[in-house]
């Protein structure tokens, strides 16, 4: 069970004797064994949304609204705790996470675009759902995450190494992967494709901005000042403050793996409204734009038309006048 302790942030010097291991290293030794699954489960999964497998972008878009919500959630909290304590000169609570925030690192706008693109929604309404997302497994980890930051806001660094590194590692192999799928899979409505009134060009890098950065040099100037950063941010951190960020780390690493997992599930559910003549990416735009629990009921009432159509086929008897009237 999740427990709140305040810590504050406080600069210092490492003691005679005491373990000078670097944040990072520790984090990529204590999430060795989650890292090494959740990187399989991807790499399993990766090649179900690409051709031959899928002709569409259809379960991109499944994943990808999988894990937006935790970009613009934990992006949000950085981003509001940094405004609150805007203005006052020495916040030791701040001063660390204040240093470390990189706008250009920032992923939530760039999720946005390419959601609303290929889910064909609007804006706002994307605003609400990565805010306030459908699934449990989602929003227990949200829940998590808030509970967290407002407890030990430095636990926010964990959030920061994991989700934006994992861009610049394994996220420009997922990149290059999704570019090699060609223009003519992006193109998924080739001819009159409008997104609310505007029409969209569909080139592959322009529905995978979330991968891309700003620049001539791919975001290898921003990792390098993001790492560049943490070093002196370390510095500040107290022993106990750096075991948070190693715990909150592999759990964020837990957490991701039943995304992961939990995305079987929904695309079992779109495939399934798919083959009732739903086009998929309109059933993913239902399945996020839908209130928690409607969703549900309107697939249980569904799979209770079909059972009652197919009943009332199997009974019917040609010979008989009644089953016409």
Same mark, same amino acid.
């Given at each position: ?33 989650? %890292? ?101 497994? #989602? ?27 994992? #861009? ?43 991968? %891309? ?14 790492? %560049? ?97």
């Amino acid at each position: 069970m999740d427990t709140c302790k305040q810590t504050t942030l406080l600069s210092r010097e490492p003691r005679e004797g005491e373990d000078t291991t670097s944040l990072p290293q520790e984090i990529k030794t204590a999430t060795r064994k989650t %890292h090494t699954e959740l990187n399989r489960l991807i790499l399993t999964r990766l090649p179900h949304a690409l051709p031959p497998h899928s002709l569409k972008p259809d379960v991109y878009a499944t994943g990808l609204s999988q894990f937006a919500p935790v970009y613009a959630t934990f992006e949000l909290l950085w981003k509001d705790l940094l405004e609150r304590h805007s203005g006052v000169a020495t916040d030791p609570r701040c001063d660390s996470l204040r240093k470390l925030y990189i706008p250009e690192l920032l992923r939530t706008e760039r999720l946005k675009h390419d959601l609303t693109t290929l889910l064909q929604v609007p804006s706002a309404m994307m605003d609400v759902r990565m805010c306030e997302p459908n699934g449990l497994v #989602l929003r227990a980890f949200l829940e998590h995450m808030k509970l967290e930051v407002s407890c030990r806001p430095h636990v926010l660094i964990a959030y920061a190494w994991v989700m934006y590194m994992a #861009l610049f590692n394994g996220g420009r192999w997922i990149r290059a992967q999704l570019l090699a799928a060609g223009d003519a899979f992006w193109n998924f409505n080739p001819n009159s494709l409008q997104v609310f009134g505007a029409e969209a060009d569909l080139k592959a890098e322009t529905l995978l901005r979330f991968f %891309h950065f700003g620049g001539s040099h791919d975001g290898e100037d921003i990792k390098n000042d993001f790492k %560049h950063r943490l070093t002196e941010v370390e510095r500040l951190l107290t022993p106990e403050q750096r075991q948070d960020i190693v715990l909150e780390a592999q759990q964020i690493f837990e957490h991701l793996i039943l995304l992961v997992r939990d995305l079987d599930d929904i695309i079992a559910t779109r495939q399934s409204l798919a083959k009732d003549c739903i086009s998929p990416l309109s059933a993913l735009s239902v399945r996020h734009m839908l209130p928690t629990g409607l969703t549900d009921l309107i697939a249980a009432l569904r799979q209770r038309l079909h059972l009652t159509t197919s009943s009332a086929v199997l009974a019917f008897d040609p010979t008989k006048k009644d089953d016409w009237s």
